[in-house]
């Protein structure tokens, strides 16, 4: 069966600058792949030309066996790709439960409200305050959770770890968990080594614009040496 | 007679109608300007000819069609909104990526080539719409005389300018402008045409300037010239409120309208300078604006 | 700012030897046309163009290098001519004089405007600068000494220094041609002082300006206050060439009309802005003639302008191929 998400030779730039040099990747469905890779490798500039935010973009992203390339932004939802940008992108002017109700229902099998305030029964409680008036963890629940309604096949998240307590990392864990359950198929960018083996299924690690590894969570023990040297940790 | 401050009751009472008038157009206008500018970051330099269209719309349909008061209170906002959509989808759209003084720039050409047009088509004298009949006389309060049609355009300005804050702040329509204003890249992301709310959201404004022009044309002449003495002054009304709060643009209106209309009252000579006057005051003393959240 | 003054001249000294020699040439042949002009074409129409010209540079001075568009500056214009109709008529003072109370005048209106303009930026400067000259209007509608709808009439032009007649039109182009190359190498000088070198820095990035240790408000002020008094230089010029000063010169169609010759030459171009006013001014002329309203014309060559001719017929010329090949700088 082809994968759900198959990227190839994907180059990317930010105006003059030549981010993304050729990326190869496949996401299968109901798997949960991690990029790994320093700062300033392109791993977030991957997720947002997937996504479609950057345009400037050559090779293949094709999705759900469709090719993306000419999809403009507002359509990427539509078929079935749900972000979660890195700084989360809660809005200020909107209550939190706007906030969830915001992203339009792409397809069927998205959660229910109620099904999402079991998951986060915290955002049930604090529904009518300002969407920035939340934790920073809570507002990361919030940004996963309005993804979910909607219904998308691929979740994709940037670094969803980064700043929050080990608590609420824990947490996150367990939302990442009940989805896989779910069938959900998610990528996502982690700088958080233990909590990105915890989740993953599968790792990428990139440098310098491309993939260079791909390895299943079995094989981690036996990579820790290069990922040390290409991580620097 | 009655006095207050030294003034008769009547004539006190009387500007301050005068006042709440000018307020409810300085309110629609403003709060028209912010929303487009909330949205669009563009100064809608031809709000004032949009307004203008709006009475135009009005007179001609009467004129040339028959069409009453009342249907031109829909269809003329309904005309002009289009024609704004229009402008927005084929030229103003091109400048988002520019310095936001290129919307400025550009609506401002807009204005003059439609005020231009008008005056050339028209002259530049103004006409009479007359009142509509249902609304035509006044009504004797006891203290003042008041014209129905001047008591009409104070409430249903007022019930516009609610209308539209509510379908902002209160609906999944307006909760789709607060957040696109707020990142409109992730909103589209997320599945929402943003472009298609950026064209909406013009022609809304447009249709709200149109919509207080009919409003407007049984009251003032109808005159090529009628926007872009009022939307000088509803500048300095979105200065004094700031563009951040669509609340803040109709109170400002409303309370600058009636200042002017006191100051009718207590020193005539300086009653179309007073606004400009607040402003100033406003800029020294508060330079974001009293309602103001952005730079 | 940023984007739209991104066409803005480099300082001078970063041109190249070429560019130089090609200025220099141009100086000459242009200085040669001024002089020689009033054999081809009425003198009172180049008079007319050079007072706009002037106007125009003026407010370059204040969008092209400072980065700072004012919706206001009719009030410095037509508020110089009224004070340099209103001294030279009713006081019996000299041209130059008259001229210079026009330029105080204009400078004190400018430094009253900027005081309050510069408390915001970007499109809140705009309509601020618009909202005080409205004010401005008004005052002259009312103002005694302005003589409202009829403006001040039959001005006389007076005996330069005392005696050089100004009423025959000769020598009163070559007075006027003279305030006007004075006008050009004060600005010129200006945006080359280090005066001039702040004032783009800040244009070009306000924070890093204020981070740096200046006193951004001061400068903007101070540039702002420039322009006030080069267009009240302008103004009260043109309120002796056509011997009277109306309302017309300090409503905001004017302030409208001097954005449009700085956008049609070249916003941030030393020369486009002259450009800029002898086409504009030139379309006014010839419209003037015919039933076709001005406004409508003014309004579309606006929107064209803005849509796809942004770096004005000077920043095209220096831009393109030919522009490249003498030397001129190549602007985005």
Redesign the interface.
Known sequence: MAPLLQVSNLNAWYGESHVLHGVDMTVGEGETITILGRNGVGKTTTLRTI???IRERKGEIRFAGKDMANVP??????NGIG?V?EER?I????TVE?NL????V?AEGGMSLEEIYELFPNLQERRSSPGTKLSGGEQQMLAIARILR?GVKLLILDEPTEGLAPVIVQRIGEVLKTLKERGMTVLLVEQNFRFASRVADRFYLMDHGRMVANFPVAELPGKMDMLHKVLGV | MTMIFGIPLQAFLGQLLIGLINGSFYALLSLGLAVIFGLLRVINFAHGAQYMLGAFAAMLMLEYFGINYWVALILGPIVVGLFGAVIERTMLSRLYNLDPLYGLLFTFGLALAIEGTFRYLYGAAGQPYSVPAQLAGGTNLGFMFLPIYRGWVVVVSLVACIGTWLLIEKTKLGAYLRAATENPVLVQAFGVNVPVLLTLTYGLGAALAAFAGVLAAPIYQVSPLMGSNIIIVVFAVVVVGGMGSIMGAILTGYMLGIAEGLTKVFYPEASNIVIFVIMAIVLLLRPAGLFGRDA | MSEMTQTAAKPRIERSATASRTYAIFLIIGLVALILAPMFFYPIFLMKLLCFALFACAFNLLLGYTGLLSFGHATFFGGAAYFTAHVVKEWGFPPELGILTGVVGAALLGLIMGFFAIRRQGIYFAMITLALSQMFFFFCLQAKFTEGEDGIQSVPRGHLFGFIDLSGSTNMYYFVLAVFLIGMVIIWRFINSPFGMILRSIRENEPRAISLGYSVARYKLGAFVMSAALAGLAGGLKALVFQFATLTDVAWQMSGEVILMTLLGGIGTLIGPIFGAGLVVTLQNYLATSQFPVTIVTGVIFMVCVLVFRRGIIGEFYASRLGRKLGFEHRR
């Open positions: 996504v479609g935010i932004l507002h359509k990427t939802a539509h972000f940008p992108g809005f200020s002017t909107l706007e109700m915001l992203p339009p792409v909607t």
